[in-house]
């Protein structure tokens, strides 16, 4: 038998550190006892960042190894491709909302909420019978319409294009925002038929002829299908969220309904207009946050204001001719709080305060 001695001694590859294992990358938090892969936007990352940051894998960030998925017939991931509109850093976006799945749920539970205790009240005591002719006309025809509007944006323009975005931080906003439009619709549509329920002079079924035939309404339901075929997810927030809200929708809801209403002895109507006027604010706040970033870029910055000047040649005299044509809308109910005249001029001051927000030069068709 041979010596144990005699054997071999068996020799094992030493181990060389190249920087590539797991644990090597230094990241913004590697010396913290609280881990993070991102730098948080202030000291303390919150709940929104830690759900929503690089949840969206990027191979420009994290994955050298390309997109591990892609469409069968396009490139991989989520394609920058997808807007003519650039950007140094995508995930540099965040919604100044801090909107994510639960803070969307408890929110609209909480309108909702809202909501239901409104009409529930105005049915108990009987409001509606104290309204005249000439109002419940005024929301037969016209808040019934918009109703059509709201629809049309939620689901072919926002709910379109909440997978669009290069950053999961833009889809989740956008999601957000299809929510809201969504939610709004419905409750315009529970209040008409609340109304038609009641023992008034209403019909539940006027608002649909209203949207596809009515003179006035035309060029506003032209310009939301229009909307709905834009291919470029950025060009379609610019266009709804900064010119077609500013321009027809806050016209309509804010400069109109909301300041007639009580004139007319109504409180329940701008009490749920009013909810879809808050949602649009909170809408704004993350679209302004997002086009100013884009107009700010050091690299990108005057393309992008010079992309954006593009659009509005195109989105803004539709939105003018949409709302010149609801003009005859505003003699509709028997008091009449405010001018037509006065109305535009307001949204229009709305409107360049954004614009100058984002460092863009106001449109020459304004002062026509």
């Known amino acids: 038998m041979a010596d144990i001695t005699d054997q071999k001694e068996r020799s094992f590859p030493k181990i060389e550190f190249t920087d590539s294992e797991a644990g090597a990358l230094t990241f913004p938090s590697s010396k913290s006892r609280t881990y993070n892969y991102y730098k948080p936007a202030k000291l303390r990352a919150t709940m929104y960042e830690d759900v929503t940051v690089d949840v969206q894998p990027d191979p420009e960030r994290h994955l050298t190894q390309g997109w591990i998925y892609g469409f069968g017939d396009g490139p991989g991931g989520y394609p920058q491709e997808w807007t003519k509109a650039k950007s140094s850093n995508w995930h540099a976006f965040l919604d100044p909302n801090e909107e994510w799945e639960q803070s969307i749920y408890r929110n609209n539970s909480a309108v909702v909420h809202q909501v239901e205790l409104c009409l ?9 019978d104290n309204w005249n002719t000439s109002w419940l006309k005024f929301i037969e025809r016209n808040v019934g319409a918009w109703m059509h509007a709201e629809n049309g944006l939620a689901l072919h323009v926002f709910t379109a294009v909440q997978r669009s975005g290069p950053s999961n931080m833009i889809n989740t906003a956008v999601a957000v925002n299809a929510a809201h439009k969504m939610r709004f619709a419905q409750d315009l549509a529970l209040f008409n038929l609340d109304l038609s329920e009641a023992d008034v002079e209403f019909d539940g079924a006027a608002h649909r002829a209203v949207w596809q035939e009515a003179p006035e309404w035309q060029p506003t339901r032209k310009v939301v299908e229009q909307l709905t075929a834009v291919g470029d997810w950025a060009e379609l927030l610019f266009a709804t969220n ?25 409180y329940i109507t701008p009490t749920i207009v009013g909810t879809g006027e808050h949602d649009y604010d909170r809408d704004l706040g993350y679209t302004r946050a997002l086009f100013r970033l884009l107009t700010q870029d050091e690299e990108h910055g005057a393309a992008n204001k010079e992309l954006f000047g593009q659009w509005m040649s195109t989105w803004v005299p539709r939105c003018l001719e949409a709302v010149r044509a609801l003009q005859p809308i505003w003699s509709q109910p ?5 001018t037509f005249a006065t109305s535009l001029e307001n949204a229009k001051s709305k409107f360049s305060f954004v614009l100058e927000d984002l460092g863009l030069d106001i449109p020459k068709e304004l002062d026509q």
């Open 334 to 338: 028997a008091e009449k709080a405010v």
């Open 242 to 266: 900064i010119i077609f809200e500013q321009l027809v929708g806050s016209l309509f809801r804010t400069e109109l309904v909301m300041q007639i209403s009580a004139r007319n002895g109504d």
């Open 120 to 128: 529930k009240n105005a049915k108990r005591a009987s409001v509606y």
